[in-house]
């Protein structure tokens, strides 16, 4: 496993070692004690989410004020824009943003840790996203930081209008959200 530093230091890029011949492809998309030994981080993950939505769908950002979750993500059919953004009051990054593609085919994966929005575009015609959490879904604590905020200016490289709920359609701008300390 290789970790490489985002613009935000603590949300990580996650490159499995992936072993490829004629038959396919093998890699282990979670060893506790890797993940460990590469990141100096050891979550205690609870529940594992999977998600199919399609082409130009976005979903986020969201976060659980209470019952914060850390998220480790993974695409395994398709190819989204994955963001992460920062809601910690103390943190230097406060209010800065960072995305990658993660896709099937580059089977990379994204660790955000509790503190921050997360939300994610799909490029492909759909995709299926897995991600694990360290705490339970609370939606009683459930926020939604709004995806176009000018205040976070998060480039989605959209050329038409997302597919939003009414939810993410609803979401608070960065001024008026519930923040961490």
Not at 19 to 25: N, P, S, T, Y
Not at 73 to 84: K, M
Not at 96 to 106: P, Q
Not at 120 to 138: G, H, I, N, P, R
Request: aromatic share 12%; net charge negative.
């Amino acid at each position: 496993m290789k970790i490489q530093p985002t613009q935000l230091p603590d949300v990580l890029l996650i490159i499995p070692k992936v072993f490829e011949d004629e038959r396919g492809f093998f890699y282990e998309s979670y060893n506790q004690r890797e993940f460990t030994h590469s990141t100096g981080l050891s979550p205690i993950f609870v529940q594992d989410n999977h998600s199919r939505s399609l082409h130009h769908a976005l979903r986020g950002l969201h976060y659980q004020i209470q019952q914060p979750q850390g998220k480790l993500v993974r695409v395994i059919s398709g190819t989204i824009f994955d963001v992460a953004v920062d809601l910690r009051q103390s943190s230097p990054t406060f209010g800065k943003w960072t995305g990658c593609i993660l896709s099937s085919e580059n089977r990379h994966q994204l660790w955000i840790p509790i503190g921050f929005a997360h939300g994610f575009l799909v490029l492909s015609e759909f995709a299926e996203v897995l991600y694990k959490t360290t705490d339970y879904y609370a939606p009683q604590h459930e926020r939604c930081l709004l995806w176009n905020d000018k205040d976070l200016g998060i480039d989605w490289s959209l050329d038409e209008h997302p597919i939003l709920s009414r939810k993410d359609k609803e979401g608070t701008p960065l001024k008026n959200a519930d923040l961490f300390t």
